[in-house]
């Protein structure tokens, strides 16, 4: 990964190859979170801000949450009922013993585990039948997703003290660093996380109403520390996280950042955005979150979105996608089935 605002090309083709395995269509999800069919084939860099989405552009198009990388796929909810097991665990050592069994049971091909070693602890995960050269890309996001998760679950910002990867230093490995704020080291012989035992102690304190909001912020929750840092990236965040992200105000939002109004006005027009398109678009994500579930209601959606009719939530959805609530949600079918 890098610690600026692009990736090279060869991180995304990474994240591509088990989609292309499972015959995909790349061109497809490209269309899908809004970029050029060519940029894989261009000089260009491609943009951090979209590489979460396009993590869960090709689960969704496989309806596969291991992005057809492994040879048994893990169904769309798999991610999310882990998060319902681990959330009522104690402490974060039992939620990790959880998350390990959890997902020996999903899939065999997934080896993690948890050990200590003196003043140490090593959250070690490995890919059974696969080559540990293939897609560095999806390892990294898998382990920096892990990393992000344990943080969560804590609601603390947990200090690595490193990170070893098994695969090579790929074209960006100076980034990573920055991306896990600790000494990262290539070719080891394992893939793992290094931190401070006292770390399995700290309790849970999440609860079942946070998981939905973590699953529709992972975009967010995925994007690197220097990404992290805009102003808008911090008011994304807010947004999404508080317990009514509609009725959330711009004063509200200031006094979170320890900014006066004035101040975080002037940020966000450097940055050439308003606040309410700021807003806009998480209700944009929120609303595509939530069109991809099987069962979704467009009324219910409108008005969870804050929508005074579902007739107003559809002329913004066209608005933002070119087509109506329920074409879309019949598109999203249609294409999984393809």
């Not at 600026?4 to 991180?11: F, G, K, N, V």
């Not at 080896?111 to 070690?124: D, H, P, T, V």
């Not at 008005?303 to 999203?332: C, D, V």
């Amino acid at each position: 990964m890098s610690i600026y605002e692009y990736l090279p090309i060869a991180s995304a083709k990474s994240l591509l190859q088990g989609l292309s395995a499972a015959g995909g269509d790349s061109s497809r999800v490209l269309d899908d979170i809004g970029l050029a069919r060519n940029i894989l084939e261009s000089d260009d860099q491609f943009p951090v801000r979209k590489s979460g989405e396009l993590v869960l552009a090709i689960s969704r198009h496989l309806e596969d949450e291991t992005l057809g990388f492994l040879e048994r796929k893990s169904a769309p909810g798999s991610i999310q009922m882990c998060l319902y097991a681990l959330i009522s665990a104690p402490t974060l050592g039992q939620a990790l013993t959880r998350l390990i069994h959890y997902w020996r049971l999903i899939n065999p091909e997934i080896n993690m585990s948890i050990r200590r070693e003196g003043a140490q602890a090593y959250l070690s995960g490995g890919l059974f039948n696969q080559n540990k050269d293939v897609a560095f890309a999806y390892v990294s996001w898998s382990t920096l997703f892990l990393y992000r998760l344990l943080c969560w679950l804590v609601d603390k910002d947990l200090q690595l003290e490193a990170i070893t990867f098994s695969f090579a230093e790929p074209e960006d490995g100076k980034g990573y660093g920055d991306m896990f704020n600790t000494q990262v080291r290539f070719s080891s012989s394992v893939t793992a996380m290094v931190f401070d035992p006292c770390y399995l102690d700290f309790p849970i304190v999440r609860e079942n109403q946070d998981i939905d909001r973590f699953i529709a912020a992972l975009p967010e929750l995925m994007t690197l520390k220097a990404i992290d840092v805009s102003v808008i990236a911090k008011i994304s965040r807010y947004i999404k996280f508080s317990a009514n992200p509609n009725a959330v105000s711009f004063d509200e939002v200031s006094k979170s950042l320890n900014l006066s109004p004035d101040i975080l006005r002037r940020r966000l027009a450097k940055e050439g955005v308003k606040f309410q398109d700021i807003k806009d678009n998480i209700r944009r994500e929120m609303a595509i979150y939530e069109l991809q579930k099987p069962y979704s209601n467009v009324s219910e959606i409108a008005y969870s979105l804050g929508f005074s009719e579902p007739s107003a939530f559809n002329r913004a959805f066209k608005q933002w996608t070119g087509m109506s609530p329920g074409r879309y949600k019949s598109f999203g079918k249609q294409g999984t089935k393809e």
